[in-house]
């Protein structure tokens, strides 16, 4: 029942945190240099080159505002999109007038997120064993190997990975398709690619907090007790070390869901992450805020998510 | 297990289904392309798919065919018309239909179709329609219908009978065949768009008319298209076209996934010269319709009202070492508009690389080896422009002059420092510059320098007041009042000042087509006593107020335009006057006299020609007919009816 409320509670707060997130994206762009909101005027200028009277003209801006609901003050613009936001119907945008921006997202999430579910389960998969290793292993060859794997995940760019592989894989030993996201093959690389960075952090994350409760007073009692290095480590020390890792892997993975459009670019993955990085390019406000407004509650919820699993990690937590 | 017999059958089966088709020839050809990344297919938008829209999945009326010699590499050639006349004073324009074209579902394609298509364009239903783009800017009462002020019926759109179609227009256009090739040219199809107004051009769903229908499409992936059954016309022999947006172009190549792919850099330039198999493969051609280079900022720093500067900066890049150094063998040396072995850049004289001259000049403008000059701003996005770091470099070393590279953010940077009419925020400076050609209009030979006459060619007072009166034409729509005749005292004093100004000019200036474009209706002071009146009979006060702030605008407007002219150079005024007779005749003789608008612009030195770019490319050895993309969002591949794949 406390799990409950408690998540009732978050939910309510998330609710909140939006409204304050999509009224400071609004009032940011408001007050950004380079005329946001002026496409209008933009798309008019036309007229006034050609015959076109200045009742027309209105006409015309009116039509056009109208259509992209800025024909109204700007806290009126704000609520109208948070009532829609939250049935999530999101409108057009100035850069693809061809399709609502709820059904762009409808179609490239599914893609984002199987590609963020992948690449954080082979980050977790090969990150965190690589992180025990290390700390068991402390300061010797297998440590120094470990943490040098995982460094060049977090010093290399993934792009640069990506683009060193698709010349070995697809170009010289033709295993595998330089890009798509159809079949399981066409995956590979790209989940790689994505993969690298958290599975980097993961692996650095697992070792500190490994060596971390490894140094523990309840660890010495367990040894003290006659515990196997075996039945130490798992039944003692990894449950605890966990705590840590599962903090960082919720905002990593929402990060993945706008924060791999090198990757998608590269490896022709249609995923959120285009879409989001163009509209901020393009000065595309109404895609803007969306993208504000699915990041953010992403992160929200992830952040919830992570919460609610450290009282199974952890059950010294409770939920009030 | 499966028994022996059926096996035999399976066997036997599969043996006669390969064997049919290469008895019958009916191997599928494919072919896999590069393609920008495309949104939608509603042809008439200003994205990706109006490429796509001018002769691969739509036609119109006219289309282009490759043509080597040609101004972009195409001429302009018939396609749905089968011919057409016009009227002496180049406004009404009667086409001919042919008869045997037809749409993806079979229906005929009539002038019906395109006055229904043009009609709906121009309808209010689509208030973001970019009419800059397409020729229905020119339609008579085309924006009255846009703004929905006039019925729909009154457009210059008639079909005269099933295959005879007339367009009246507002202005004589001698350019309505090229503005007919561009993607606002093609008709759609109306049963399908009324069928589903919002879904009508997905895949599955659209009726094209041209060679290749779209059967599939995943933005920020690729498209399918096959061919057209019902198709009439020349197509080459491809069967189906996969475009892939974005991805590693040339490695796709490599990986036989591509049967071509855009050189992006020097590096892969220099890989594929390298590479035995590769250098083959390797296709270049000279994007002409664009200029790269500098413009001036457009702030208002009075210190690039000094020609003398200007003109020294422009004479002390070596553009060749540019070309060759830092470009990498990837562009040309450019000093004019238009590149020498064109028309019109065989008649244009170039900047000269004079350093000697250069240092004078900066001396005579006041500011001897660059002593007393102020820290110019260089103004980039997206990070380091090696071009912009030469061109500074070359300053620096040449004249003295210290110009600072400044980053800002893309959005910023295009709509307030690069395209602006004005930027009030941008110290002296520069931009970079990319103007291109959007497509073969007669204007469009001015390749986007006409900006000099319009914003910056005239004093730093008066370019500042205009920015001011852009303003207040802005802030006429937030003015309380214009409920009583007190209010209208002042405009109308205005307007008589303002009138008296505009009747000088009109008859003073001496180019007969200026005169008429200053005086075609509706009048400036028509409108406004008009709105005069419809002020008088207003009922409510919201009404009043909105008949008196529409009265300022126009007030507003006029004012700045009398500014703009009574303060541009003689030089600037001059090659106007050659820009109307340029724009106000036929392409072919166009192109005879577009050097004297051209020259006297680009001799005020504000937007500056450096380099030619390269469009460089690999391709299949067996795929012919492949068409690159030379106007704006180029250079990329299009109208591709004209693919054929060797066996």
């Known amino acids: 029942m406390g799990l409950v409320k408690y998540i009732l509670r978050r939910l309510f707060t998330i609710f909140v945190s939006l409204i304050a997130v999509i009224i400071i994206t609004y009032i940011l762009m408001w007050i950004a240099p380079g005329e946001f909101f002026n496409i209008a005027q933009f798309q008019a200028s036309a007229g006034k080159v050609a015959t076109l009277t200045p009742e027309q003209l209105q006409v015309l801006i009116k039509g056009f505002e109208e259509k992209y609901g800025l024909n109204v003050p700007l806290w009126k613009q704000i609520l109208n999109y948070l009532k829609d936001a939250f049935r999530f119907k999101f409108g057009p945008s100035f850069s693809n007038p061809n399709e609502p921006i709820e059904v762009q997202i409808a179609r490239r999430f599914p893609v984002t997120l199987t590609l963020a579910i992948l690449s954080m389960t082979l980050a977790v998969i090969v990150g965190i064993p690589l992180g025990i290793i290390a700390a068991l292993k402390r300061n010797t060859w297998i440590d120094y190997i470990s943490m040098f794997f995982s460094m060049i995940g977090s010093i290399i760019p993934a792009y640069t990975i990506g683009v060193i592989m698709v010349i070995i894989f697809s170009v010289y030993l033709r295993v595998l398709p330089t890009s798509g996201w159809e079949t399981p093959k066409q995956m590979i690389m790209p989940v790689i690619c994505v993969a690298l960075g958290p599975m980097a952090v993961i692996a650095r994350f697992m070792r500190s907090s490994l060596l971390d409760v490894l140094n523990q007073d309840y660890i010495r009692t367990a040894y003290s007790k006659g515990g196997t290095d075996r039945a130490v480590i798992i039944r003692h020390a990894l449950r605890n070390s966990l705590i840590p890792i599962v903090t960082i892997i919720g905002p990593q993975l929402a990060f993945l869901f706008t924060g791999t459009v090198w990757i998608e670019n590269l490896f022709r993955v249609p995923g959120l992450g285009q879409l989001f990085v163009n509209a901020a390019s393009m000065r595309d406000y109404p895609l803007l805020v969306t993208s504000t407004f699915i990041l953010s509650l992403s992160v929200m919820l992830m952040n919830l998510l992570v919460d609610i699993i450290y009282a199974f990690l952890d059950p010294r937590i409770k939920y009030e | ?647």
């Open chain 2, 1 to 647: 297990m499966l028994s022996k017999k059926v096996l035999i059958v399976l066997l036997v089966l599969v043996s006669i289904f390969l064997l049919s088709g290469i008895v019958n020839g009916q191997k599928e050809r494919v072919v896999s392309l590069p393609y920008w990344d495309t949104p939608g297919l509603i042809p008439y938008y200003w994205q990706a798919q109006h490429i796509l829209a001018q002769g691969t999945i739509f036609e119109g009326l006219f289309g282009y065919a490759p043509d080597p010699k040609g101004l972009g590499g195409v001429k302009v050639v018939p396609v749905i018309a089968q011919s057409y006349k016009v009227s002496k004073d180049y406004k009404v324009w009667t086409f001919k239909l042919r008869k045997d074209k037809k749409w993806s579902n079979g229906d005929p394609v009539t002038a019906k179709d395109f006055e229904w298509s043009f009609k709906y364009y121009a309808s209010p239903k689509i208030p973001d329609l970019p009419a800059w783009a397409g020729p229905h800017q020119f339609i008579e009462n085309f924006w009255a219908v846009k703004s929905g002020a006039m019925d729909l019926d009154k457009l210059g759109v008639k079909a005269l009978d099933d295959y005879t179609l007339e367009i009246r227009l507002a202005t004589p256009r001698y350019d309505m065949k090229e503005w007919l090739c561009v993607a606002q040219g093609v008709p759609i199809h109306r049963k399908s768009v009324e069928a589903d107004p919002q879904n009508w051009w997905r895949p599955g769903k659209i009726v094209v008319n041209g060679p290749y229908v779209p059967v599939s499409w995943t933005p920020g992936k690729d498209m399918v298209l096959v061919k057209n059954p019902n198709y009439v016309g020349e197509r080459g022999n491809v069967d189906r076209i996969v475009l892939k947006f974005g991805g590693l172009g040339l490695q796709q190549y490599q990986a036989g996934e591509l049967d071509a792919a855009m050189i992006g850099n020097v590096a892969e330039y220099r890989f594929v010269l390298s590479d035995p198999k590769l250098s083959k493969e390797f296709h270049e051609d000279v994007m002409d319709c664009f200029w790269n280079g500098y413009q001036w900022s457009r702030g208002f720093d009075p210190i690039m009202d000094n020609i003398k500067l200007r003109q020294a900066l422009a004479m002390a890049i070596d553009r060749e070492k540019l070309c060759k150094e830092v470009l990498g063998g990837r562009a040309l040396p450019l000093n004019k508009y238009w590149p020498d072995g064109n028309p019109i850049g065989d008649k244009m004289k170039g900047i000269p690389f004079d350093v000697k001259k250069a240092q004078k000049l900066l001396e005579e403008a006041g500011y001897p080896g660059g002593k007393g000059l102020k820290t110019l701003v260089f103004y980039i996005t997206g990070g380091g422009d090696p071009v912009v770091e030469f061109i500074v470099d070359q300053w620096k070393k040449n004249l003295g002059i210290n110009v600072i590279i400044e980053n800002v953010e893309s959005g910023l940077y295009w709509n307030s420092y690069v395209w602006p009419n004005f930027s009030p925020d941008a110290k002296a400076g520069f931009t970079v510059i990319g103007a291109p050609m959007n497509n073969l209009e007669i204007g469009a030979l001015m390749k986007n320098s006409d900006h000099t006459v319009w914003f910056y060619d005239f004093p730093t007072s008066a370019r500042k007041r205009r920015h001011e009166l852009y303003q207040e034409y802005d802030a006429w729509l937030r003015k309380e009042g214009g409920l009583t005749e007190a209010d209208w005292k002042t405009l109308i004093e205005k307007r008589n000042t303002l009138y008296a100004g505009f009747k000088r000019i009109v008859d003073n200036e001496p180019e007969k087509l200026w005169r008429e474009e200053l005086t075609r209706p509706p009048l400036w002071y028509e409108q406004f006593d008009e709105l005069y009146e419809k002020w008088k009979a207003a009922k409510t006060n919201e009404e009043k107020t909105n008949y008196w702030r529409l009265a300022g605008r126009v007030l507003t407007d006029q004012e700045g335009f009398q500014l703009w002219y009574n303060n541009l150079s003689s030089q600037s005024k001059q090659a106007y006057r050659w820009r109307y007779k340029t724009i106000n005749r036929p392409f072919s003789d166009a192109v005879k006299i577009a050097h004297y608008a051209l020259q006297p612009m680009q001799d005020r030195y504000y937007m500056v020609p450096v380099y030619l770019a390269k469009a460089q490319w690999v391709k299949n050895p067996k795929l012919e007919g492949l068409m690159l993309y030379k106007f704006s969002w180029g250079p990329g591949f299009f109208n591709f009816k004209y693919l054929n794949l060797k066996d």
